[in-house]
């Protein structure tokens, strides 16, 4: 079962920033959050990861709130380019190095 | 450097049949795993190879199988496929060894369809 929640959809102006909420409120201790998008069933690209500091790269931002229950990826100016699917994964700590996807937010960037 | 490479791109098989699909990982990447993704759904996890030997196995029948090979590729293969077996299948390797600083990279898929 997915360890995530996200909404099925959202859109975003382009030249905004693009703000994707994710719920994992049943996520351990050791457990990493991970952000990938897919676009056009091509494979998942990643976008950044973290545990509980608050994260960012050339992609993106991410925000994970203290008690590490949601957070908060952040496309901080939105292109049309980044319309996809994007997915927030909970990595499984124990033996077996496995990501547990959930349905994922279709993000559309408008014009 | 060449990512994950995947084949065939597009496969279509009847009922029964069996299909082979094939993987190669990552330069310097010794850890592969397999998705299976239908329609509409995130990718579900099938199993993780680690120098040659399966680390886990998700919730699939055993018509699913896979190997890793000494050069690290893998193939999966699915016996007496069924329609439900229809779906893209996703082969993503992984650098092992940073504690915390790993990531999957995944191929662009093979499309299976099953008629």
């Known amino acids: 079962d997915a360890k995530t929640t996200q909404p099925p959809s959202m859109d975003c102006a382009e030249g905004r920033a693009a703000n994707l909420p994710c719920n994992h409120s049943?996520?351990?201790?050791?457990?990493?959050v991970y952000w990938y998008r897919q676009i056009h069933s091509q494979g998942p690209q990643y976008i950044i990861h973290?545990?509980?500091n608050n994260e960012t790269n050339e992609m993106a931002s991410l925000i994970i709130t203290e008690d590490r229950k949601s957070s908060t990826l952040i496309l901080p100016h939105a292109t049309l380019r980044d319309t996809a699917v994007y997915y927030c994964?909970?990595?499984?700590?124990?033996?077996?190095?496995?990501?547990?996807f959930g349905t994922g937010t279709r993000l559309k960037v408008l014009a | 450097d060449a990512g994950v490479t995947q084949s065939p791109t597009h496969l279509i098989k009847t009922r029964g049949q069996h299909v082979t699909l094939r993987c190669s990982p990552i330069?310097?990447?010794?850890?592969v795993s397999w998705y299976q993704q239908v329609l509409g759904q995130g990718p579900q996890f099938i199993f993780q190879?680690?120098?040659?030997?399966?680390?886990g196995r998700g919730n699939f029948p055993d018509r699913f199988s896979a190997r890793q090979f000494p050069n690290y590729s893998s193939e999966l293969n699915v016996n007496a496929l069924l329609l439900g077996d229809s779906a893209l299948y996703l082969c993503?390797?992984?650098?092992?060894?940073?504690?915390?600083?790993?990531?999957?990279?995944f191929g662009s898929g093979t499309q299976l369809s099953v008629l």
């Open positions: 993503a390797s992984r650098r092992t060894g940073i504690s915390g600083n790993e990531k999957l990279f």
């Open positions: 049943t996520i351990s201790g050791n457990e990493y």
């Open positions: 973290g545990l509980k």
């Open positions: 994964i909970v990595r499984v700590s124990s033996g077996t190095y496995k990501y547990i």
């Open positions: 330069s310097g990447h010794k850890s």
């Open positions: 190879y680690y120098e040659k030997e399966e680390r």
